[in-house]
């Protein structure tokens, strides 16, 4: 009975971090992209000498310079701006993960949620298999009654939920970014 008392707790906890509620803008970081004004700077002198002004780039560190471990994933996220703020651990265990984290960040006015878990594949209990299976097959898993989009990493130990409600083409473009950044993480 404790057992599952436990568990009903665990995923009520998921549950709340998944839905993005609670908090206010003025509480949480913001991730900024770029230094103001470098990048006043340089469009101002890209615009004089082409007419046109560049889409802000954010200079990448490789993921070879972290450990391959959910602490090295988290410093790496950090390091390429991926995520702000201090990471919250999260109820990882609801879902058969070893670890877990959860960043709340504001982007361009849009509060954005990223949650990363680390799964331990050389021994994988039922939940977790469960939820890296459906996650491969459909890009989501289950959770109350709900589908939670998920993304995996390219060596499948890792899963990321990444939540942002805004559909402006920065935010768009930030996510895909993001993805792409955790898809490559330690891959090969």
Not at 150 to 178: F, H, P
């Amino acid at each position: 009975m404790m057992k599952k008392l436990t568990a009903l707790c665990g995923a009520l906890v998921l549950a709340l971090s998944l839905s993005a509620c609670g908090g206010t803008a003025t509480q949480l970081p913001a991730l900024v992209l770029e230094d103001p004004a470098a990048s006043n700077a340089a469009s101002q002198v890209s615009g004089a000498e082409s007419g046109t002004q560049e889409e802000p780039t954010v200079e990448e560190v490789p993921y070879t310079e972290f450990d391959d471990s959910l602490d090295g994933l988290c410093d790496f996220l950090t390091a390429n701006k991926a995520v702000a703020g201090e990471p919250t651990e999260m109820a990882y265990e609801t879902i058969g993960a070893a670890g877990g984290y959860r960043y709340r960040f504001i982007l361009n006015n849009s509060t954005v949620q990223v949650e990363v878990y680390a799964f331990d594949l050389e021994n994988l209990g039922e939940q977790g298999q469960a939820v890296l299976d459906s996650v491969k097959e459909s890009g989501q898993f289950p959770m109350l009654d709900n589908q939670v989009p998920a993304t995996l990493s390219g060596s499948g130990q890792y899963m990321m939920i990444y939540t942002d409600n805004s559909t402006s083409a920065e935010n768009t473009a930030q996510k895909d970014r993001v993805l792409g950044l955790f898809q490559g993480f330690y891959s090969e």
